[in-house]
């Protein structure tokens, strides 16, 4: 990996301005952690009513690869960052052209946002970091079709690129039903990977500064449904009696990041098998949905872990202060639960919500509830682990969510 030719410029410190690409909800986090430090923030999307740009001190509503704004951006900013891994390396490099630091630079976030070199990277980290990742082949040819291996069915066919909460994905029991699948996909460029028996997600976090310094949250322990994250736990349920596994997944994620020479929040999601190995399944150069917990149950949050790294500061303490449970809230909240077609948008009881004493609430400010979107979250605390997971479990019924 090359080096970042913006390493030899200096720290920026509040009231500087800093850069975002991407005003989702993550971005809309990292400006209010940006803030709190007094730091302003100008961010890029060409969403007018992002929920990033309607807190920004200055929201430039154009493309990522528009050059007035981007030109305007690297006029005010000391350093830039982004907020998801599908912005274009150009907008990223654009920056670092001009000597303005980038953290993550264009290179980690390239191999994130396309699978087959996210697959080799990992591979090429095994020696290092202990994990690989899960068996797979590539698709990208009708000729592949014939030379992907029978072993790994039943597969999932990921799309390589572009792909997000389970979306671009179709599950294939058996390798005659494959050009199928991969028709149904577009015959985008995918990677065909061995489905396996999972018992149970974890995903680890970790900041690195620009000097190399490193800080790892605890892992936490994740529940999907539909491809979407449910809950994110932590400490994870599963590794309190594995301290072994514990370990293991937290040096994995810092060789890692060290071989990426990452600078930033990365996260790495992991499969832990059945007969106990670990896989890697993706990484996402950025704070993460599982990271939400950090808000308020750290002492410093990712979010304002990456404003630390991109304006090269000394990182914060990761340590937990509370067991916490984090459970997401998508538009179906906004809907009944029997899913009435045509049904129209109903405010969930937020006041119910917040009559749990420890529940903290955080919304998004998204304009129109979709099913499947994601709304908001709430991290719930307790004295105990069982205690943080009854009240996720007590204000999930609260807005009717399933268990
Ligand atoms: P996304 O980019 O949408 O998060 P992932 O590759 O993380 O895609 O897949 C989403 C979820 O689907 C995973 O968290 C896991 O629950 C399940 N999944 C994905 N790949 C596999 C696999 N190879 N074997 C078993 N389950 C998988
Ligand atoms: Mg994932």
Redesign the pocket.
Known sequence: MSTNPSQSVGISKPPAWLGILGGGQLGRMFIHEAQSLGFKVCVLDPDPLSPGGSVAEKHLCADYLDVAALTEMAGLCSAVSTEFENVPARALDFFKERAIFVAPDSSCVSIAQDRIAEKAFLTQCAPLSGVGP?PYGILKTEADLASISPDLFPA?V?TVRL???????VTVMTPDTLAQAWDSLGKAACVV????P?AF?VSAIVARAHDGSVQSYPPSE?I?RN?ILHTSTVPAPSLEQRPDLLQRIQKATIAIATEMQYVGVLCV?Y?VLTDGSIIA??VAPRPHNSGHFTMDACVTSQFQQQVRAMARLPLGDTRLLSPVAMLNILGDAWFSPDGVSGASATEPAWEEVLSHSNAKLHLYGKASPLPGRKMGHVNCLGQSLLEAQQACADVAHDLGIAP
């Not at 990977?193 to 396996?196: A, L, S, V």
């Open positions: 899960v999932i990921k792909g997000y909460d389970g979306k671009g994905q990977e061995k489905r396996m999972l997600e994740n999907h491809g999601e499969f399944n993706e």
